[in-house]
């Protein structure tokens, strides 16, 4: 059932009293990005916000700690572990009890043990044990990053063996990349040693321009990268700045 206003704050405190302290992922490993045609949604140190298309607006609700974000009918959700939730963070306000969830995809959010529901609330395929990411990918299949593997959940077929620790949606699939990455029709994106990069399918550098550290996705027919700090910033195709 829905919760008609979003009340996460009072809901966390009543329901952490009862449970064990969770210990979400700290620095890096708890900074993650979600992308979409509708923008780009990420949590860092536990601070969930969203930014919409067309003018990328930051909105970042008072919540309690999120381990992770996601789009799903064009909803930007987080999971919120300590109240058992996901809950939408702009727009009208929802929240859908589904337990401890430590990884969300564009289709489920995956819990502690691997058990996984919609975001509508319903059992869902899931895995053994934690992911530590999950990702749809072009085929419409989860992927999920367990135990150093990528594994694809719905015939629990390890795709991956040592993944890497970044998840890419590719038109056939997903795959692992040591760096964020992104790819498009146009190119593979990449922020690497301090550039965002867009390369072809060989290897080959076609253009970079100079970019901190951050996450990247395709939005529309735009790349987007945001930082842990909330900066986001969108390029064209051939990486020419647009906002």
């Known amino acids: ?9 009072l809901m966390a405190l009543l329901l952490s009293a009862c449970a064990p ?3 979400p992922p700290t620095g890096d490993a708890g900074f993650r990005a979600a992308f979409s045609a509708d923008g780009v949604t990420w949590v860092a140190g536990g601070r969930a916000c969203v930014a919409r298309v067309p003018s990328f607006r930051v909105v970042c609700p008072s919540l309690p700690v999120a381990v992770d974000v996601a789009w799903n ?12 939730v ?9 929240s859908v009890p589904v337990g401890r969830v430590v990884a969300l995809s564009s ?19 899931g895995v053994a044990g934690a992911p530590s990411a999950a990702v749809t990918g072009g085929d419409g ?8 593997n990528l594994r694809r959940v719905t015939d629990n077929v390890v795709t991956e063996v040592s993944a890497a620790p970044f998840l890419v949606a590719l038109p056939t699939g997903a795959r692992s990349a040591d760096l964020p990455t992104a ?15 867009r ?4 290897g080959r550098i076609l253009n970079s321009v100079a970019h901190g550290a951050g996450r990247i996705g395709q939005v529309g027919n735009v790349v987007v990268t945001v930082s842990a700090e909330g900066g986001v910033r969108v390029f064209s195709e051939n990486l020419e700045q647009l906002q």
């Open 86 to 94: 996901v809950v939408t963070l702009d727009r009208a306000a929802r």
């Open 73 to 84: 009918a064009g909803e930007a959700w987080a999971a919120v572990p300590s109240a058992g």
């Open 141 to 148: 299949e989860d992927y999920v990053l367990l135990a150093g």
């Open 21 to 23: 302290a969770y210990s």
């Open 1 to 9: 059932m829905s919760t008609p206003a979003r009340l996460l704050p």
């Open 199 to 202: 390369g072809d399918g060989t």
């Open 107 to 125: 289709t489920r959010a995956y819990r502690e043990d691997g058990s996984a529901v919609t975001f509508g609330g319903a059992a869902a395929t």
């Open 183 to 197: 790819v498009t029709s146009s190119g593979i994106y990449r922020l690497a040693n301090g550039r965002l990069e």
